[in-house]
């Protein structure tokens, strides 16, 4: 993609931040490992559009863009067996839980079906 990455200071409340005529990628120093995974992935994802400035379509395709790439669903289907929530599937699999919920959303109906069937059997 062309793009360089450096930790630096981000504007408040912000863990990374894209910008695209530099092509830098700047995260927060101090992010735990996952964060770190899933801003850098969420900020490659502005990179990969282009974006310039922020706008709730543009977090929208960059939050899409990184949960495509970050959650792999037969991985997941495993980690849903095994755990007993949202959040211990999303730490079972290295994500944050915002990033899976993102990914579920994504998914088919029929998708949907074999998640909620392999968590049910894992009730029983």
């Known amino acids: 993609m062309g793009v360089r990455v450096r930790t630096a200071v981000t504007p408040a409340g912000w863990w990374g931040a894209y910008d695209h005529q ?4 700047t995260l927060r120093p101090g992010l735990g490992p ?3 995974a899933c801003t850098l992935m969420h900020e490659l ?11 709730g379509k543009q977090e929208t ?4 863009w990184a949960a495509f790439r970050l959650v792999d669903f037969d991985r997941m289907i495993a980690a849903a067996a095994a ?13 944050l839980p915002s990033v899976l919920e993102t990914y579920l959303q994504t998914l088919t109906r029929a998708q949907l079906d074999h998640v909620r069937a392999v968590a049910v059997g894992r009730a029983a």
Do not use: D, F, K, W
Request: aromatic residues 6%; glycine residues 14%.
């Open 34 to 36: 996952i964060q770190s």
């Open 22 to 25: 530099r092509r830098l990628i």
């Open 45 to 55: 994802g502005h990179a990969y559009y282009g974006h310039i400035g922020v706008t």
């Open 61 to 64: 395709l960059a939050n899409r």
């Open 83 to 95: 755990e007993q929530s949202t959040a211990g599937v999303a730490a079972s699999l290295g994500v």
